[in-house]
C-alpha cells in the first residue's frame, strides 16, 4: 500500500469514529495546512497509562480546536510500544494555538517521562483535493 492510500485510509478511520467529520473546503486552506506523522516509542511499563493520556489529548484536540483537522493515534501490530500519530491542522497558526492549549501542554508534561524517542516527520498532501471529498463520503454514509 503506497503512502498516500495509507494516508487516506488513515483520515477514513479517525473520521468513522466522529460524529461530525470535518470537511476542507477550500484548495487555499489544503495548501497551508501542516501535515505530521508523530514516530514514538513509549516505555512498556508506561504504555497503558501513555494511550490512555494520549486518548484524551486526541479526543479534546479535535473536539475543542476549531483549526485540528484530524490527530488520529495508532499502534504498529505486534509492536504496540510504537506509536504513530497522524496530526493535520488548517494552518500553521493553527498548529502553533494547538501547542498552547492546556490539554496539549498537560499531554505532554505527563507523557514526558513515558517517551523513549520521538520523530517528528513533516509530510507534504500528494493529492490535497481529494481531502474533502473523502469527509464528504463519510458524512454522508453516517
Do not use: W
Not at 503506497?2 to 494516508?7: D, T, V
Request: proline letters at 5%; glycine letters at 2%; aromatic letters at 8%.
Amino acid at each position: 500500500m503506497n503512502r498516500l492510500h495509507l494516508f487516506n485510509f488513515a483520515i477514513v478511520l479517525f473520521l468513522i469514529g466522529s460524529c461530525e467529520a470535518p470537511v476542507a473546503e477550500d484548495t487555499d486552506m489544503n495548501q497551508n495546512m501542516i501535515i505530521r506523522i508523530s514516530e514514538i516509542e513509549i516505555y512498556p511499563n508506561e504504555l497503558e497509562n501513555y494511550v490512555s493520556i494520549l486518548k484524551e489529548e486526541a479526543e479534546a484536540s479535535v473536539r475543542l480546536e476549531q483549526g485540528v483537522i484530524a490527530i488520529f493515534p495508532m499502534q504498529i501490530i505486534n509492536r504496540p510500544t510504537e506509536i504513530r500519530i497522524l496530526e493535520i491542522y488548517k494552518s500553521r497558526e493553527a498548529y502553533e494555538s494547538h501547542l498552547q492549549t492546556p490539554h496539549f501542554k498537560e499531554y505532554k508534561t505527563t507523557t514526558l517521562s513515558m517517551v523513549k524517542s520521538l520523530k517528528l516527520v513533516d509530510m507534504d498532501a500528494m493529492d490535497p483535493e481529494t481531502m474533502s471529498p473523502i469527509f464528504k463520503k463519510l458524512t454522508e454514509q453516517n
